[in-house]
């Protein structure tokens, strides 16, 4: 509870029952003597406390040094001598001791130093105490604590493992866990790696003979490159897909033998198949544009496209591809405008994107492999794309590396599931524009390669597009994983893991100005630089999220105008910034190291904190302007432990009220540091710091202020000390 010494002090002589008293020591002299509430105190030197009483069955005792006082660590007066060191040691051995007589005329005698012993601090170990959760008393001995609320233990953020992922158990026992998802590997012109898959396979078999597999019950025709004479059955097929194409007006089954067929194919009757042998074996190409232009239904499979631009599917086109390889080239691989549904789909090396999708375009494609590219292996202006089982892949790098995996613009709507997207020196996905949404639910992005600094990042969201991740993982991606500025990102499930830093401002999670933030079962570890940061006028909500450092110089930082927090761990940090100028909501935060600071605002509540191990303070309030709709703000259930010998339990500066209570700090400086504003204390604790409160004003009540504020092993109750 708290308590105040009143009075000032008197230099040089000391009165007693209306005595005066000279100094009795020419030395370093320290006093003892007992209030008439049998406490014991201390003064140091040769000041004593002017209105004092001593008790008339009491002695008052005189104690002189050879050495300075300072330098036997006796701490100036008054104060109770059980709180003369944290240790709580004897007080030093004396040199001379005498006592006050009060009987005549009074004056000093000599004194037996055997007397001090009821009046030392004996050997103990107030740390036993603790451990066995009692508490210190004046005597000192071991006492049962007194009745009080203890703050309450935060909850520990709740995560599970997505299915086939690898699970840990990290810190506190919290559940931590990454994808299995195998080692890229450098498979050949006609292979692919599916997802989940640790080798390449063939984009489709050769079938035995020399003609493909019938796929239809069309009547068929039979195409040898460069055969002359045919009349399109397998014992005289024509030499050239046009001849067939001629041939009739209704349906066929068109089957290619291996060889390259170089001519342009026009798909403008609906209904037609084309049916290659094997897709290393039988190519379509034309350099002079596209090899394959459809305007119509159509379906193609096991064949190569090869050429300036391998496939285009116009706005009336409906193209059905499997086991179709699009090989390297000047422009873009398939350039759709209708409508494509592919089925292990090939394309690779292409001068600009692979897949590109148009305005109105729309793309159903599913294990596929798109790689090598030289800008976006997937390029969306608009349109929809639908992709399952992809694996969009680079190999390129260097300073004159542009590619990219997804780039999703215009409106564009973007489905993918089960998606690994790696080694891109750009970036590995990208959306731009409002209207453009994008959605991955299990998906790896990683493996970003080296480029220019400054540039590259895992995912960017920009500009009014807004992306849901579920069960995605971001694992050692060149600069930022996520980048969101000006745009709309909830991710469940998340995994931010050993980001690259490229320059001096590389994130696990940047969200940028105007964006839209949440993170709901989250896991942000081993990143450069920063795991978490945002900047004013952006929202962010964190649920159940653990972020762990990497090494002393990488914090977590969040600046936003609304902010809610719930069941965040952080490992050790050197700072954990978290504020909002509108809304402030953390509950639930466990942080092993590094400071908390937020900043004051209209509508704010702060409750089940603890931190262990903070460098400059538990918990910092600092000031934001607000007008006249501030309410207090609402600080509950902190627990500060482990604060160094300089530290701050909780800073509070200059706002307009707090509200303070079931709160702990153990060890530092201060306890409390309260600067201006109004302020009130229920069921506080402060244990082992130097001074309790520092407050460059005494409140008017200090009794009402400080009520139910319980103070243990602290040299200075209250510190009045203005503040510069």
């Known amino acids: 509870m708290w308590r105040r010494w009143v009075g000032g002090l008197l230099g040089l002589v000391a009165c007693s029952n209306d005595r005066w008293l000279p100094i009795p020591l020419e030395g370093p002299v320290a006093y003892l003597y007992q209030t008439p509430d049998q406490r014991r105190w ?19 005792y005189a104690l002189g040094y ?55 601090v004996p050997n103990f170990d107030p740390v036993r105490c603790l451990q066995i959760d009692r508490c ?21 953020p709740v995560l599970r493992c997505p299915s086939g992922w690898v699970s840990e158990v990290g810190p506190r026992g919290i559940t931590l866990c990454h994808p299995n998802e195998p080692a890229a590997l450098p498979c050949g012109s006609a292979e692919l ?4 898959r640790p080798s390449c396979e063939s984009l489709a078999a050769c079938a035995p003979g020399d003609w493909p597999e019938r796929r239809s019950s069309l009547p068929p025709l039979y195409v040898r490159a460069l055969a002359a004479g045919g009349d399109g059955s397998s014992a005289r097929p024509f030499g050239t897909i046009g001849e067939a194409w001629a041939s009739s007006d209704q349906p066929r089954e068109v089957l290619l033998a291996d060889g390259v067929y170089a001519e342009p194919v026009s798909l403008d009757r609906p209904g037609w198949i084309l049916n290659g042998h094997c897709p290393s074996q039988v190519v379509l190409q034309n350099s002079a544009g596209p090899s394959v232009v459809a305007t119509s239904s159509a379906t193609v499979i096991g064949v190569s496209l090869e050429g300036a631009e391998p496939l285009r599917i116009e706005v009336s ?25 592919a089925l292990r789909l090939l394309i690779e090396g292409r001068e600009t994107d692979g897949l590109l999708v148009e305005p109105g375009g729309s793309v159903d494609v599913e294990e596929s492999n798109l790689r090598n590219s030289g800008g976006s292996q997937v390029s969306c202006r608009g349109g929809a794309v639908r992709g399952v089982d992809l694996r969009l892949a680079a190999q390129e790098e260097g300073p004159s590396c542009e590619t990219y995996g997804l780039s999703a613009f215009s409106g564009c ?24 949404h994008l959605t991955l639910e299990r998906g790896v992005v990683r493996n970003n390669r080296s480029s220019v600094p400054s540039e590259g990042s895992g995912f960017s969201v920009f500009g009014g597009a807004s992306v849901f991740l579920r069960e995605v993982a971001f694992q050692r991606v060149l600069k930022d994983a996520l980048q969101i500025v000006e745009s709309q990102l909830r991710a469940e499930d998340l995994l931010v893991e050993d980001t690259q830093s490229s320059d001096d401002y590389s994130y696990g999670v ?13 896991v942000l570890r081993s990143n450069d630089v920063s795991d978490l940061l945002s900047t004013f006028t952006s929202s962010v909500t964190l649920e159940d999220v653990v972020v762990l450092p990497k090494g002393d110089v990488a914090y977590p930082r969040v600046s936003t105008d609304q902010l809610v927090a719930r069941r965040v761990y952080v490992g050790a940090a050197p700072l954990v910034y978290m504020s909002a100028q509108a809304r402030l909501e953390l509950s639930d935060l466990t942080l092993e190291g590094g400071d908390l600071e937020a900043a004051y605002l209209p509508s704010a509540q702060i409750a089940r904190v603890r931190t262990g191990g903070a460098q400059r303070f538990g918990l910092r309030i600092t000031p934001r302007v607000c007008g006249v709709d501030c309410r207090p703000m609402v600080l509950s259930d902190l627990l500060f432990e482990g604060l160094p010998t300089e530290a701050i339990g909780v800073d509070v500066e200059s706002v307009l009220a707090t509200e303070l209570e079931r709160f702990e700090v153990h060890g530092g400086a201060y306890g409390l540091r309260l600067r201006d504003g109004l302020f009130e204390l229920r069921d506080g604790l402060i244990d082992g710091a130097k001074t309790g409160v520092w407050t460059p004003t005494l409140p008017a009540q200090p009794d009402l202020a400080f009520g139910e504020l319980e103070m243990i092993g602290v040299e200075t109750k209250v510190l009045l000390q203005p503040i510069d």
Request: hydrophobic share 40%.
């Open 413 to 436: 709507q973007v489905e993918l599931e089960r998606v690994v997207v790696e080694g891109f020196c750009k970036t590995s996905l990208r959306t731009l524009d409002p209207g453009t």
């Open 66 to 120: 050879l050495r300075p006082l300072e330098e036997l660590q006796l701490s100036p007066g008054p104060l109770p001598i059980t709180e003369l060191t944290a240790e709580g040691r004897p007080l030093p051995r004396p040199e001379v001791v005498v006592r006050a007589v009060l009987e005549g005329g009074g004056g000093w005698g000599s004194a037996d130093p055997e007397a001090l012993r009821g009046l030392a």
């Open 317 to 341: 086109g409906q193209v059905r591809l499997e086991a179709v390889r699009i090989g390297a080239g000047p422009g873009d691989g398939v350039v759709v405008r209708g409508q494509l549904t």
């Open 136 to 156: 210190v008393d004046a005597e000192p001995s071991c006492i049962p604590c007194p009745l009080r609320t203890p703050p309450q233990a935060p909850a520990l």
């Open 42 to 60: 201390l003064a140091s030197e040769s000041e004593l406390p002017a209105r004092f009483e001593i008790d008339g069955e009491q002695p008052l």
């Open 193 to 196: 790696q599916l997802v989940g």
């Open 510 to 522: 940047f969200a940028g100005e105007d964006s839209n933030v949440a993170l709901v079962r989250a």
